[in-house]
C-alpha cells in the first residue's frame, strides 16, 4: 500500500485574526534564529484537512547549511515545524473516532505541533494540555491552537500534568530509546494511553495492544524510508 501523501492545501490567503497573526510572526521569529531562509506557512495535513498548522513550507531549501547553524538545528531541532506522519494518523483517528475524547480530560504527551491535542480538544474533549520539554515546540502548540480557533493549556513537564486525567495521547515519541521509561509511567497518569508509532518494528510491550495501522507520510515530505510511513496506534490494556 502506498503511502496517503495528497497535496495539502496552503492556507496562506485565508484570513487570521490579530492573536494568531502575533503568535506566529513571534513562532517564525524563533525558527530563524536557526534556520534563516525557511518560512512557516498555515497549512491543512492531508489527513486532517480541517486543521491548520504553521508548518514548514513545502519546498525546503536544498542547499547545505553552513557549520555554524548546522551545529544549531542539531543543538535544537524544529520537530514542531513539521507534521510527522504518527501525529497525523493518531490525530485522524480521534477525529474519526470522537468518543475516544469527548467529554474528557487529555494530555498530549511530546506534543510537537499539538495535532493530536488540537484534534483532541476539536473532537469534544473538555480540557486539553499540551507537554513538551521545548519551549518552541510549546509556542507551535499555542500557535496552532490559536490558528484552529481552541483553547489549550501548556506545560513542559509530565509531573505538572492535571489530575484527574481521562487519557493521555503521544506520538513520535519513540525514536528515542531513552522515553522508553514512559511506557510505564504514562498508564499511571491517566485512565487511558494511546501512542502512535513508526518507528519500532515488532513493539511489544505487556501494558499495550495493537488498535490499528495505517500509512502516511510526515508533512512537508522528507521522503523517509517506506518503513517510517506504516504508523501503528496503540492502546494501554
Same mark, same amino acid.
Request: hydrophobic fraction near 40%.
Given at each position: 500500500? !502506498?503511502?496517503?501523501?495528497?497535496?495539502?492545501q496552503d492556507?496562506?490567503?485565508?484570513?487570521?485574526?490579530?492573536?494568531?497573526?502575533?503568535l506566529l510572526k #513571534?513562532?517564525?521569529?524563533?525558527?530563524?534564529?536557526?534556520?534563516?531562509?525557511?518560512?512557516?506557512?498555515?497549512t491543512?495535513?492531508?489527513?486532517?484537512?480541517?486543521?491548520?498548522?504553521?508548518?514548514?513550507e513545502?519546498?525546503l531549501?536544498t542547499?547545505?547549511?553552513?557549520?555554524?547553524?548546522? !551545529?544549531?538545528?542539531m543543538?535544537e531541532?524544529?520537530?514542531?515545524?513539521?507534521?510527522?506522519?504518527?501525529? *497525523? %494518523?493518531l490525530?485522524?483517528?480521534?477525529?474519526?473516532?470522537? !468518543?475516544?475524547?469527548?467529554?474528557?480530560?487529555?494530555?498530549?504527551?511530546?506534543a510537537?505541533?499539538?495535532?493530536?491535542?488540537i484534534?483532541?480538544?476539536?473532537?469534544g474533549? #473538555?480540557?486539553?494540555?499540551?507537554?513538551?520539554?521545548?519551549?518552541?515546540?510549546l509556542?507551535?502548540? *499555542?500557535?496552532?491552537?490559536?490558528l484552529?480557533? %481552541?483553547?489549550?493549556?501548556l506545560?513542559?513537564?509530565?509531573? *505538572?500534568?492535571?489530575?484527574?486525567l481521562?487519557?493521555?495521547?503521544?506520538?513520535?515519541?519513540?525514536?528515542?530509546?531513552?522515553?522508553?521509561?514512559?511506557l510505564?509511567a504514562?498508564?499511571?497518569?491517566?485512565?487511558?494511553?494511546?501512542?502512535?508509532?513508526?518507528?519500532?518494528?515488532?513493539? *511489544?510491550?505487556?501494558?499495550?495492544?495493537?488498535?490499528t !495501522?495505517?500509512t502516511a507520510?510526515?508533512w512537508?515530505?522528507?521522503?523517509?524510508?517506506?518503513e517510517?510511513?506504516?504508523?501503528? %496506534?496503540?492502546?494501554?490494556?
Amino acid at each position: 500500500m !502506498q503511502p496517503f501523501a495528497m497535496k495539502p492545501q496552503d492556507t496562506t490567503t485565508q484570513p487570521m485574526d490579530s492573536e494568531s497573526s502575533r503568535l506566529l510572526k #513571534t513562532l517564525q521569529k524563533r525558527l530563524n534564529e536557526t534556520l534563516p531562509g525557511y518560512e512557516l506557512v498555515p497549512t491543512h495535513p492531508p489527513l486532517c484537512p480541517s486543521l491548520r498548522l504553521a508548518l514548514l513550507e513545502e519546498n525546503l531549501p536544498t542547499e547545505p547549511l553552513p557549520e555554524h547553524l548546522s !551545529q544549531k538545528v542539531m543543538a535544537e531541532p524544529a520537530y514542531w515545524a513539521f507534521c510527522w506522519a504518527s501525529g *497525523q %494518523v493518531l490525530a485522524a483517528h480521534i477525529l474519526s473516532n470522537p !468518543q475516544i475524547v469527548a467529554g474528557k480530560t487529555v494530555l498530549d504527551f511530546g506534543a510537537g505541533s499539538g495535532v493530536v491535542g488540537i484534534a483532541a480538544k476539536r473532537a469534544g474533549a #473538555t480540557a486539553v494540555t499540551c507537554c513538551d520539554n521545548d519551549p518552541n515546540a510549546l509556542l507551535s502548540c *499555542q500557535t496552532n491552537a490559536a490558528l484552529n480557533g %481552541v483553547e489549550i493549556a501548556l506545560i513542559d513537564d509530565l509531573q *505538572q500534568a492535571p489530575s484527574p486525567l481521562d487519557l493521555v495521547i503521544a506520538s513520535d515519541v519513540l525514536y528515542d530509546r531513552d522515553n522508553f521509561l514512559f511506557l510505564d509511567a504514562l498508564p499511571k497518569a491517566a485512565s487511558a494511553v494511546l501512542i502512535a508509532d513508526s518507528r519500532i518494528k515488532n513493539f *511489544q510491550h505487556p501494558r499495550y495492544e495493537l488498535l490499528t !495501522q495505517q500509512t502516511a507520510t510526515t508533512w512537508p515530505d522528507l521522503e523517509e524510508y517506506p518503513e517510517y510511513n506504516h504508523v501503528r %496506534v496503540y492502546g494501554s490494556r
